[in-house]
Every structure is written in structure tokens, then in C-alpha cells.
């Protein structure tokens, strides 16, 4: 649900905390799934220079999908 500035500006202090919890917790989730998609590649690249890993994607997918 997007509100405008004056939409938000009407409504109530109660409907303006539930919207605010709902709002905190979208964006804590796309910022959770932003760091790992930035990390991934990293840590595999790290651990590639350590250890031989045949297939770097088919591990980023793994460690994804074990994420979700």
C-alpha cells in the first residue's frame, strides 16, 4: 500500500505506528537480502582462495536457497 505525504499526514497516530512497524519490517528484510547478495560472492571468492571450489555458483545458489 503506497501513501502519499498527505494520506500520511491524515491518519491516525494508531494507523501511523501500524504502517511504521510495516514499513521497519520491509525494509529490514530487502537490507538483509541486499548484504547477502553483496556478501555471497565474497565469502565464496575468500573461500576459493583457500579451499578449490569446482562450481562458485552452483555454491552461491546453495548458500541462497539454505538462507530463505
Request: hydrophobic share 35%; proline share 1%.
Amino acid at each position: 500500500m503506497q501513501l502519499t505525504n498527505e494520506q500520511v499526514k491524515c491518519l491516525s497516530d494508531k494507523d501511523v505506528e501500524k504502517h511504521r512497524k510495516r514499513y521497519e519490517t520491509y525494509v529490514g528484510a530487502k537490507t538483509t537480502e541486499m548484504l547477502i547478495e553483496s556478501f555471497l560472492p565474497l565469502a565464496t571468492k575468500a573461500v576459493g582462495m583457500i579451499v578449490w571450489v569446482k562450481d562458485v555458483d552452483a555454491l552461491q545458489n546453495e548458500l541462497k536457497n539454505g538462507y530463505s
